[in-house]
C-alpha cells in the first residue's frame, strides 16, 4: 500500500506538470501571434518560411494540448478517488472523536 505521502507528492508533480504545460502553451499562443503578423506583413521566400513555421507551431500546440488531456484523462480519477478517501476518512475520525467524548462525558457522570 502506498503512503500518504506518496499521493501528496504525486498530486503536487502532476500539479506542477499541468502549470508546466499551460505555460509552455501560452508562450506557444504568443509566439504564434507574432509570426502570424509577421506573415501577414512579409512577402516572396520569407512570406512562405514564416507560414510553414506557423504550421509547426500549431502543430507544437496541439501535441501540447494532446499531452495535457492525457494526463488530465489520467490524474482526474485518482484526484477524485482520493478525494473521496479523505472525504470518509475525515467523516470516520469525525465520529471517533464525538464517540470518544461522549464516552468520556458518560464516564465523568457517574
Do not use: C, W
Not at 9 to 27: D, H, P, Q
Not at 41 to 62: C, F, N, P, V
Amino acid at each position: 500500500m502506498k503512503s500518504r505521502m506518496d499521493v501528496g507528492v504525486r498530486v503536487r508533480i502532476a500539479s506542477g506538470k499541468l502549470r508546466e504545460y499551460g505555460g509552455r502553451l501560452k508562450e506557444l499562443e504568443g509566439r504564434l501571434k507574432v509570426i502570424h503578423g509577421q506573415a501577414r506583413d512579409a512577402s516572396g521566400r520569407g512570406r512562405l518560411q514564416l507560414e510553414r513555421l506557423e504550421r509547426q507551431l500549431r502543430a507544437t500546440i496541439d501535441s501540447t494540448l494532446k499531452s495535457l488531456d492525457g494526463v488530465m484523462r489520467n490524474l482526474e480519477p485518482r484526484v477524485r478517488r482520493s478525494l473521496d478517501q479523505t472525504k470518509a476518512f475525515t467523516r470516520g475520525l469525525r465520529a471517533g472523536i464525538t464517540a470518544g467524548a461522549a464516552a468520556y462525558r458518560q464516564s465523568r457522570r457517574k
